[in-house]
């Protein structure tokens, strides 16, 4: 499937409460430096255009999220999209996803973690750059609170399998419970825009959702 080229952001648009460097996250960890107070927080590691921020920032106004996004391109984009909506609950940092769980967040801090269509890294030597593995496995267990849930999608069968064998094999989450694939009930009824893609071409989805015991 081709990519369409990105669209520019705008530059009068004021993005300094959206989009935050990793040097810029707060040490010690304390969220109210990005958000301006203290709320469950969810994160998103791979935010890329940032449909899922927005729509879940928007529902959800209760809830703080935060946005992992290694290229530069996409976290600005995505910081655009929540600016334009004046979304204050949603940040997104540009970032590698593993230093900041490694390096920053605390145990038992977060309510969720979503993992959406992550890089397969398609070539064997290449693998060992998969986002799920055992250092990140054992990171998203410490940083969810009990009965907190992680949210892995992907649209490679065979990364979906490798990574429900890691988790069981190096965290004791609970899971896979099924995720059920619901209908789209407008053009952008998706969870991602990678979702939404794949799902155009008539191409299968693999969820599963993991829960902290």
Do not use: Q
């Amino acid at each position: 499937m081709g990519r369409r080229a990105l669209r520019k952001v705008d530059p009068s648009l004021d993005l300094s409460a959206h989009l935050r460097a990793f040097g810029e996250l707060p040490r010690p960890w304390h969220p109210e430096a990005l958000f301006g107070r203290r709320a469950p927080l969810e994160v998103e590691v791979g935010s890329g255009k940032g449909l899922f921020l927005r729509s879940a920032a928007a529902a959800r106004p209760g809830t703080d999220f935060l946005g992992i996004e290694l290229a530069g391109k996409y976290a600005r984009l995505a910081a655009a999209a929540l600016a334009k909506r004046n979304l204050p609950n949603a940040v997104v940092v540009a970032a590698d996803a593993l230093r900041v769980f490694a390096e920053l967040l605390p145990d038992a801090s977060l309510e969720a973690v979503h993992v959406y269509f992550p890089d397969p890294w398609w070539k064997k030597r290449h693998k060992k750059r998969r986002l799920m593995r055992e250092s990140f496995a054992r990171d998203v267990e410490r940083t969810l609170r009990s009965g907190g849930l992680l949210h892995f999608w992907t649209d490679v069968e065979e990364y979906f399998h490798t990574s429900l064998e890691l988790l069981a094999a190096h965290t004791r989450l609970e899971g896979p419970l099924d995720v059920p694939e619901s209908p789209a009930e407008h053009d952008m009824d998706y969870r991602t825009h990678f979702e939404r893609r794949v799902r155009l071409h008539d191409e299968a989805v693999y969820r599963a959702e993991f829960r902290k015991r």
